[in-house]
């Protein structure tokens, strides 16, 4: 250990520095907090630490170290009662002796801790996440350590938000930017990825294309704005009716693709039988003006693997060829 105060001082920097170099472009969120976990159990001695991001008062945890076993899960702001603290003043807190103290809240109730350093990463004047370390000894934090734990707050909000700001330029990337799903080149990269992931686990994976009978009539009477509308309301029946990892693409025009992961072809089946049902029951605005049916309609082809293709090419193959004969009986 250091004989003094100095050289404490020199040490923590050093480590700092040598976690920015770590990090250096990184744009992976949880890549760059594991790699800060690591310099941070490295230069603090402590029980339990942890980065965890704060989105819509829900937590998520980055990265850790002894903070799990010690707490267990932890999900809302509301299991961290002080917390709330923090995001009001954007302040840390630090006790040599949490008992009973308002850092307390910074652990799950039931728990106690001896020491606590609990700092908030602050990205355009808005608390993000914090970072939080503990021990069960009091007094077992120095100031240097307090003061490099500011330190690599501010170094995880520059990372951040770089990191943020990386992956909402992808998610316009991959997204329809009318209807908030996934685009056609983000579908023909995955079908070809979950192709070759059903193949290596010797799993099934389908593939549903959906398209809508008379779209054109509906946009001609109604006008493209309306047509819009319908186009929205219909991914969000779609996103709404597949499970949470089932994934849905805008494939073209009003043509869109379903990709149904660990999904034999009767399962398929009944998914676009439902889908077809709900769309059917589903009220959209203006349909009975100018449908031939007074409602919107659509018609689904189902393909899945292995038993209707060998490889994503011939999978899409099968799925519009199911369309294509779907269309003919409305």
Known sequence: MPDNAADEELRKLRAITGIHYSIGPSLDLVDICRISIRGLVATINCDASAILQIE??????????????????????????????????????????????????????????????CSPIIIKDTVRGFIHVSSAERNAFS???????????????????????????LDIAIRDGLTGCYNRRKFDVDIVAEIAAAKQRNDSASLLMLDIFWFKKYNDYHGHPRGDVLLKQLVSLLRFNTRPFDKTYRYGGEEFAILLLDADKKVAAMVAQRLRDTVWQEKFEGAEASQPENRITVSIGVASYPEDSKNATELIASADSALYQAKKTP
């Open 56 to 117: 819509k008062k829900k937590l998520k945890i980055l990265a850790e170290r002894g903070f799990t076993a010690r707490f267990g899960k932890i999900e809302t702001i509301s299991n961290l009662p002080a917390i709330q603290h923090i995001l009001d003043t954007k302040e840390p807190i630090f006790s040599a002796d949490a008992t009973g103290s308002l850092a307390s809240g910074c652990t799950p109730r039931g728990h106690t801790v001896g020491s606590l350093i």
């Open 143 to 169: 100031l240097e350590s307090r003061e490099f734990i500011g330190l690599l707050a501010r170094e995880l909000s520059i990372a951040m938000e770089r990191s943020f700001l990386y992956s909402s330029a």
